[in-house]
């Protein structure tokens, strides 16, 4: 039988040299799962650090937002206490009162472009009227400047809003990253077990 096995070609390994070459094989495989598994769990552990830095900035930007709804309507009051104590008792209460609706309509929710347009167009308004009924030029500048304020966080509202939409996004690209990756992450670790697990066993048989 060894005889038709030799004029075949075929060559019986020693036993020493057989398990050799299955270390071999297992240390092959793993180097290659090792080597891929680390560049994954590299991305994985970098998603998972930028959802908790995301959670951070979300929550900075919700405290951040509140402030500035708040600051928008100080100005605006202070802008409209300005003119209720210099200009309002000198106007009719008709005037006085289409003033009041023009303030409460910029305080509402609107966008900063839109906002731009309904100040310009009230500040105008305001500047004949302070002409005609002689009241300090300073009123007029100490309102127009609340008012830019307002406006300024207005503005600043918008864009934290973007900002969180962005970050909304990206969480939901991370996300889906996350999961496609995972069982590929899960099924590497367990190839990683089972070829130590056979290293080790074979490397004792070398003994």
């Known amino acids: 039988m060894s005889g038709n096995i030799e004029e075949a070609g075929i060559r019986i390994l020693p036993e020493g040299e057989l398990i050799s070459g299955v270390v071999e094989k297992h240390s092959r495989f793993l180097e290659e799962y090792r080597k891929e598994f680390e560049e994954l769990d590299s991305r994985l552990n970098q998603f998972e650090e930028d959802e908790k830095n995301a ?32 200009l309002f008792p000198k106007l009719d209460t008709v005037t006085a009162d289409k003033i009041k609706e023009d303030i409460k309509k910029l305080k509402g929710h609107i966008e900063p472009e839109e906002e731009q347009k309904l100040k310009d167009s009230f500040m105008e308004h305001l500047q004949g009227l302070t002409l005609e009924k002689e009241v300090e030029e300073n009123i007029i500048l100490q309102t127009r400047a609340r008012m830019e304020d307002a406006r300024n966080s207005n503005l600043e509202l918008k864009e934290i809003t973007e900002s969180e939409k962005q970050l909304e996004e990206d969480e939901g690209n991370k996300n889906s990253e996350i999961t496609k990756n995972k069982p590929q992450h899960k099924w590497l670790s367990s190839k990683i077990k089972s070829h130590e697990d056979a290293l080790s066993y074979w490397e004792k048989q070398k003994v």
């Open 55 to 86: 959670k951070i900035s979300r929550a900075r930007m919700a405290e951040r937002k509140e402030v500035l709804k708040e600051k928008r309507q100080q100005y605006y009051h202070q802008a409209e206490g300005l003119l209720d104590k210099e």
